[in-house]
């Protein structure tokens, strides 16, 4: 079973995040750029419905790395070590997305301190989870399992 970020929080803090994500809305049309790779961020994406593709463009080739569904988070490498963008995320259909900027975050730590460590807690599980299920991905193909 796939995870994804709420996944990691509390059902307390998943409705705080959400509480606030909610206020920030977005929809996007099928083919449309919701962030371009090389750019800047300073916000996370929860997918509310619909789907969008992680393309990753290297000289005049891209390559879709995989595809994200409602309920999953992008964003979340360029929010946290404050980098670029280092891949375009586009909507495949109608796409609605939930934004959490960081001023939302930081007014979620102001109300409740200890918010920053399951929060961040969390992000870094799912990276990790990430991290892991790309590793096993890449051996299967490499080794025909």
């Not at 996944?7 to 920030?24: I, M, V, Y």
């Not at 994406?45 to 879709?64: F, N, T």
Request: zero cysteines; hydrophobic letters at 40%; aromatic letters at 8%.
């Amino acid at each position: 079973m796939e995870k994804n970020f709420f996944d990691f929080l509390s059902s307390n803090d998943k409705a705080l995040l959400e509480s606030k994500a909610n206020s920030h809305q977005q929809g996007f049309k099928d083919g449309e750029v919701i962030l371009e790779q090389g750019g800047n961020n300073a916000s996370l994406y929860i997918i509310r419905s619909g789907d969008v593709s992680v393309v990753s463009r290297v000289m005049e080739h891209s390559l879709e790395i995989e595809q994200l569904h409602p309920g999953d988070l992008f964003g979340d490498m360029s929010f946290i070590d404050t980098e670029s963008i280092s891949t375009d995320i586009i909507a495949v259909g109608d796409v609605t997305i939930d934004v959490v900027t960081d001023e939302d975050v930081e007014a979620l730590i102001k109300d409740d301190p200890m918010f920053y460590g399951r929060f961040f807690h969390a992000l870094a599980r799912l990276l990790s989870y990430r991290l892991r299920k790309k590793n096993e991905q890449m051996s299967a193909a490499a080794f025909g399992e």
